[in-house]
């Protein structure tokens, strides 16, 4: 591990799928879901990671669990045992090993549990499983779970129907915490509540990472979600990762021009205090058939001759703020006020 405090350390992390054509299935290209990622996570730290939809944050979720594998790269992580272990070399008893440590809060509830299984047996499933608990000493457990995440105990034999949206998000969060993890991967968790749900549930996380010391990667599309939840904060753009600072360092002084493009079009709190919206030209860059140079230059309102020719390095040009941007030092980007 580079950073003593780091709970998880992802370097160089590559997830490439192939792109099969024929009646022979050949392989004629690669998408390149995540391209050359490398990040860390303190723990007790919320790591936020931000970008649009396809941008590779999910991909690059699910493959630090190894939900999917990844195609290179290194995933260190710090156990129960204070042990850095390297994901990608574990067998399969291992990997389910380490996956009581870490787990994954999914954005659509009611998808993820089965309609047909008791609360009891979806909270429980993983202390079943990994043969934690059973009979009495699991409803006990089940129990203390579902008053840890604000659900009421009796309700046990309930089925997932019987229960609202945010009520469902927190079955999903008492069955992630079942195992005692330290560190929660939470992929879009409140993305699919309405606006007061979600600040519950984000309350919820908050004291939830306080009392229990958890570590967090909360992957969303929403900038304003983001700022409320993250200690730092990752933007990700076509599969890499172009800017990573603290949560209000990047809002207010962004260094990479898709993150001023983001932060401007983010809605503003106080509808009076107008901002100027950027408004980017042209698509989203395809990761099969990427651009030459900088992934974002035919968008980039700042974009010089090397940016079509020379892929900029994701270099640390202050302390703890690393930009994949030629121009960094030189720009003046516009941020957001931080509230
Ligand atoms: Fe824009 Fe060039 Fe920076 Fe890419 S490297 S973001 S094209 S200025």
Known sequence: MQHHNAVLEVQAMKKYFPIKKGFLKRTIGQVKAVDDVSFFIEQGETFGLVGESGCGKSTLGKSILRAIEPSDGSITFVNRKEEAVEVRDLDNK????????????????????????????????????????????????????????????????????????????????????????????????????????????????????????????????????????????????????VEVAATDKLFSSPKHPYTEALLSAKPVPIPKQKRERIILKGEVANPANPPSGCYFHPRCLYAQDICKQQAPDFKEIEAGHFVACHMAKDLDLKGVKVQ
């Open 94 to 241: 291992q990997l389910r090993d380490i996956r009581r440590d870490m787990q994954l809060i999914f954005q659509d509830p009611y998808s993820s549990l089965n309609p047909r299984m008791t609360v009891l047996n979806i909270i429980g499933e993983p202390l079943i499983c990994n043969g934690i608990a059973k009979g009495e000493e699991l409803k006990r457990r089940v129990g203390d779970l579902m008053d840890l995440v604000g659900l009421n105990r009796k309700h046990l034999e309930r089925y997932p129907h019987a229960f609202s949206g945010g009520q469902r998000q927190r079955i999903g969060i008492a069955r992630a915490l079942a195992t005692d993890p330290k560190f929660l991967v939470c992929d879009e968790a409140v993305s699919a509540l309405d606006v007061s749900i979600q600040a519950q549930i984000i309350n919820l996380l908050q004291s939830l990472q306080q009392k229990l010391n958890l570590s967090y990667l909360f992957i969303s599309h929403d900038l304003g979600v983001i700022q409320h939840i993250s200690d730092r904060v990752g933007v990700m753009y076509v599969g890499k990762m």
